[in-house]
């Protein structure tokens, strides 16, 4: 990336903040845009998960950032759709980067949202600026076991999803839906690594510790290990901090080290930039 690059995303932030409504495909996306000069963020949300778990993250870094959030489908505020598959999430990283025009941004993920980014940067390698991935890794339970284990999960949880949703932990699905994207996104987690081999943009990792709903007691450390062959054999991607809480937690315990992560990738884009 050259430094007209660089200062393309500058040229095409607006100064205005916008909350509104993006239409993709059958339904609508909630969106907010602080605006600002800064660097374009995107922020991809956990798999049932919705915006309100950046705000700590935001707070923190403050109005040096552009920052856009947005809730998935049957999410948060957003509206329902007939397709939750992993592509409509791409879809929807498309949709609302069009909305707000944003050609080039830096992408923060948690979790489900880490993997869309990995697969986003992947398709649109002149497009990301850099991506921060806060507690996902290129590892998933595949296969009919792996496919049977995620359903029987949920199908046990079905009748804590209701509620549990007004507090951005479970989506406006069905069981049996949320079980479909959890395993969609366990199989293109499994299919990570390579694309995070290829990429040439600064990546940064933050982990957490300790195990996750649904886990079984030491799988998620064995998760966050599936990173370590990526991390020798590419010299973009690094692990920014691995921190006390969980999974779950992560967001709202260690978001100062998830804010630092973005700055120290923002520094990595400019000096990128700088020496390209």
Known sequence: MNNTAIADHRQNNTDSAWTGMVEVDDTALAVT??????IPVLYLNGAYASQRAWRRVLAELGDGYRHITFDERARGKSKRSAD???EASLRDVDAVLAARGVERALLVGWSYGGIVSWHWADRHPDRVLGLVTVDSAPYGLTGE?????IRKLFHRMRFVLPLVRPLGLAARMSAAQHAEVGIDANEFAAAGAPVLLGLTCPVRFVLATGDSLGSEPGEMEQLR???DPVLAGNPNVKVSAKVASN???ILRKDFRAVAEAVRETAAAVEQQGAAS
Do not use: A, M, Q
């Open 247 to 249: 999974h779950s937690h």
């Open 225 to 227: 290990t599936s990173l």
């Open 84 to 86: 939750y598959s992993f």
């Open 33 to 38: 845009d602080t605006g600002g000069p800064g």
């Open 145 to 149: 076991e792996g496919r049977e284990r």
